[in-house]
């Protein structure tokens, strides 16, 4: 038994993705291209499989096998963070830095060691 199977690439695609217009529009890979990966249940290249993951705020290793290697112990909402800081410029992630660092104070947590290594 294969253990890389596409179509559970698609299918794991399909959970992620409510349409395909956002990963398009994100990717520039072409609406008729999805569709014949999915059809032929074919996984794309490499770079087209690193575009969608990254769209989908996945990883390709994900997409591949439904696994998620570990790479944080970070909370989902602390990741979350991350993402949309990591959507602004460099002047707005040195505010959201400093907002960050400023809660600190306010709400110490005793697993704050890895939220400050994401936001370093």
Known sequence: MDEYNAEMFWKRYKNLAEKDLPVILKTSIKQ????TWRIEKTFPRADQ???IATSLHTSVEFLVTGQEQEH???SPEALEVAVQVDKLNNE???VALSVVKGLETQFPLDNFASIKAVTE
């Open 49 to 51: 499989a690193v575009k």
């Open 72 to 74: 944080s112990t970070c």
């Open 92 to 94: 707005g992630k040195k």
């Open 32 to 35: 008729s291209t999805l569709s």
